[in-house]
């Protein structure tokens, strides 16, 4: 992240209670010393996990590190090679647990980022704040804008919450045809 990316992001953080994010590295070390409560990362490189776990150290009580295999992983976590698509789903469906109901702040920058963004916003309380990494450089993220209604923004981050007018439904309906798209 660049730095004004880092400082809004890290005034959402020092407010957040209990926080999620899909992919982890440098934003979930900086969670782990400003979260007030909990905080959940997935991730699809389980190596890449291990690296983030040896980085927080200490504060591994309160951080719960998840790996959810989608199958062999290239760069960045990203799906490699055929035949493990049916996979792909449990990524983008990570937050639907029970405890996670109380997150109030959830950062997507992992892979399946539209099928996060919309299972999360559709989970969560209408009051959660989601934040979305690359978002303005990659306009085939907009979609969500349709349930979602943008509060802040720095550079690539962008800030959003649930619009008042939209149906859960509508939005899981959604997030079923991004499940499969890794970007």
């Known amino acids: 992240m660049s730095g004004s990316e880092s400082d809004l992001y890290t005034r959402f953080l020092c407010k957040s209670q209990n926080y999620f994010e899909f992919g982890m590295g440098g934003s979930t070390v900086l969670a782990a010393g400003l979260v007030k409560d909990r905080i959940w990362s997935v991730d699809s490189d389980i190596a890449w996990l291990e690296k983030t776990r040896e980085a927080i150290g200490q504060s591994l ?35 639907r647990q029970r405890d996670m109901r109380e997150v109030d702040f959830c950062l997507v920058d992992g892979r399946f980022r539209v099928a996060c963004f919309l299972t999360a916003l559709a989970w969560l309380d209408k009051g959660a704040v989601l934040a979305v990494h690359d978002y303005r450089a990659r306009p085939q993220y907009h979609v969500v804008e349709k349930f979602a209604r943008p509060i802040a923004e720095a550079g690539n981050i962008c800030m959003f919450v649930r619009r008042a007018s939209t149906s859960r439904m509508a939005i899981n309906r959604m997030a079923e045809r991004y499940r499969k798209d890794p970007n």
């Open 61 to 95: 009580a309160r951080v719960n590190l998840i790996h959810v295999d989608i199958g062999p992983t290239g760069a960045w976590g990203r799906p490699v090679g055929k035949g493990h698509e049916d996979k792909f789903a449990a990524y983008s469906k990570a937050i």
